[in-house]
């Protein structure tokens, strides 16, 4: 594996009775790898440990082989760029990537920091206070601050939250462009889009648990290929369910009121099943809408699996 | 964190940089300047009034009542609480803790700069407003109420800033200590005098003012004791303040 490893070890992480993490393990090196899941799925802890601000309750997290929490060290190779919004409003974005760079002990700081700012745009804006930034401006100046530094392992939390389309692409690019300098680059999401569009790694994580981690296309495949539900109104409902139940695409079939709920056990066929019956007995499809596409369904679907 | 890496010494002076603008920019640091005008005013009143007995005992009065009773602790609390804890509250603090800077310093830097902040206001009211009843004629009163003033700032700011690390209500409950405590026990119950950081700064008043001001009060703790205890207690409040935030854990978000 190139570039700085980061490796977690059977890591655990509770708060008094709470479980935050729960046995996770996993390595991973340079590229971009997003960590998907819901909220309070326990992501911001995870990458709060990558960062050496929290001790894990049990395992290890290394980075470049050494143990974060408790290493001064660490945060020399580790860049943070935290979920919370709130900057010192009162500095410019100059001065809040020199603050960074000082406090990590950067030679040639002043140098340091007008990379930093090209590296993410911001050397045009540099000079205004960041409470004049825009959220996607505030955002690369946190990206700006994290790099200064130059680590070699770049940890973002909810770095797209509260963008537009345009800072959001924006942002992706520029995760890009970092991953291909070789850095380790990790950022968490509950957006599947967002992370199918820059990660070449995934993790999903849910409720605490590792639920699936790998290429991005072997997770999507196992996202679709999971039983859909689906609520379908039609102009003979009774009739329609009576000729799909028969079908080995259909896992069940129920009435609900005036609507028709199907259980497809093959997502694809039945989709095309679907069509060719209904033609078929003359029966009209007024509506087809997905029961349980919500991304919570998707992941409780991965973590059963 | 105070582990193997060496405090190095250039993260102090960014970190107080960053904690002076902080509190520069803060609306309810002007409150307190306004505050700190009020024993100026009150003084400058009963100058002009004049003949309202001994000019000595008023200025001492004064002092006593509006700024070392209310100015200083509400000065302290305000910048002492905000020096570390509006980073605590609003998360700012994570960009100064993933840093390879022993967290000691960073508290450190805190307590520099609202110390500060607080002894210039102080002893900037405390000598003005001594000037305006006693003008030169008391050097010794002068002396003591500025040494006073700055001995309390110190010890305030300094139990203030690690209170923030402990308690988000740090401003709440040093409000309490000081009306409930220094303000009503204290003044009933003569015993508790020995925890109280205002009796610290009044004995210190009373040592260096001789008997120009003290009106033949006696001061209800011995110098060296005053003095022995604000800097256990200054001591004592960095130690807890820098094992604090040694240990300190971002709010879970998730």
Known sequence: ?305 | MSGPLASHPAALGPLVRLTAAGLVGRRRSLGVVLLAVAPVLVAAVLAIGGGLGDSASLASDVFSTITLGLVIPLAALVFGTAALGTGIEDGTIVYLLVKPVPRRTVVLAAMLVATAATALLAVAATLLSGLLLVGLTAPGLLAGTAAAAFLASLVYVVVFVALSLFTSRAFLVGLGYVLLWEGLVTTLLAGTRILSIREYATSTMLALAGTAGSGGAQASVDLPVALALSLAAVVAAFLLGAWRLGRFEVAEAG
């Open chain 1, 1 to 305: 594996m190139t570039g700085v490893v980061v490796e977690l070890t059977d890591v655990s992480r509770w708060y008094g009775n709470v479980v935050a993490v729960n046995g996770v393990g996993f390595s991973i090196g340079a590229g971009v790898t997003g960590l998907l899941g819901p909220n309070g799925a326990g992501k911001s802890t995870l990458l709060h440990m990558i960062a050496g601000l929290l001790r894990p309750s049990a395992g290890t997290v290394t980075v470049d082989g050494r143990t974060t929490y408790g290493d001064p060290e660490v945060f020399r190779r580790v860049g943070l760029v935290p979920e919370r919004e709130a900057v010192f409003g009162f500095l410019t974005g100059r001065a809040f990537v020199r603050l960074n760079a000082d406090l990590q002990g950067v030679r040639a700081a002043a140098d340091a920091v007008e990379r930093a700012l090209a590296t993410v745009e911001l050397a045009g804006a540099a000079d205004r206070a960041l409470a004049t930034y825009s959220k996607g401006m505030r955002q690369r100046a946190k990206v700006a601050a994290a790099l200064v530094h130059d680590p070699g392992v770049l940890v973002l939390d909810e770095p797209f939250n509260g963008m537009d389309p345009r800072q959001r692409l924006h942002m992706m690019d520029l995760l890009r462009d970092l991953a291909r300098d070789g850095r380790t680059i990790i950022f968490s999401s509950h957006i599947l889009e967002e992370v199918e569009r820059v990660a070449e790694r995934v993790l999903v994580m849910v409720a605490g648990r590792l639920a699936a981690s790998g290429d991005f296309r072997e997770i999507r495949r196992l996202m679709t290929d999971r039983p859909h539900a689906f609520r379908l109104r039609t102009s003979d409902d009774r009739a329609l369910a009576a000729a799909i139940v028969a079908r080995p695409t259909v896992a069940g079939v129920a009435l609900e009121g005036d609507r028709l709920v199907v259980h497809a056990a093959d997502f694809a066929a039945f989709t095309g099943d679907l069509a060719r019956i209904a033609r078929a007995a003359g029966i009209s499809i007024f509506e087809l809408i997905p029961a349980d596409e919500s991304l919570e369904s998707v992941f409780s679907y991965l973590v059963r699996g």
